[in-house]
């Protein structure tokens, strides 16, 4: 069984940043790719950025490209989600995601789930 446990959240002003993080339960982390999604109010869930079993491969959503970073350490079994040059249009729960398949990650498709963890950007 694979557990997946976001934290990092918070109440920021604009221009700040913040790292998450999402620990994970379960012997297949560290040949197994995570992705981070987030879901504003009213909003339906967007991927956010993934990140490949060994960190070669990352992807980011067009409006994050530049400004969020993708990073895991398998030895921790923790993936970790720098933002910086936060927004308002950044506030969302944020979710850390696990599958086999990049595929299935980036389309938003995967078969854990962590629990979220709120980031609101105040202007």
């Known amino acids: 069984q694979v557990q997946l446990v976001e934290s990092g959240g918070g109440l920021v002003q604009a221009g700040a940043s913040l790292r998450l993080s999402c620990a994970a339960s379960?012997?297949?982390?560290?040949?197994?790719?995570m992705a981070w999604f987030r879901q504003a109010p009213g909003k339906e869930r967007e991927f956010v950025a993934v990140?490949?079993?060994?960190?070669?491969?990352?992807n980011y959503a067009d409006s994050v490209k530049g400004r969020f970073i993708i990073s895991r350490d398998n030895g921790k079994n923790t993936v970790h989600l720098q933002m910086n040059s936060l927004t308002p249009e950044d506030t969302a729960v944020y979710y850390c995601?696990?599958?086999?398949?990049?595929?299935?990650?980036?389309?938003?498709?995967?078969?854990?789930w962590g629990q979220g963890t709120q980031v609101s950007v105040s202007s």
């Open positions: 379960g012997r297949t982390f560290s040949s197994t790719p």
């Open positions: 990140i490949s079993s060994n960190g070669g491969f990352t």
């Open positions: 995601a696990l599958d086999h398949s990049l595929w299935k990650l980036q389309t938003g498709n995967p078969d854990y």
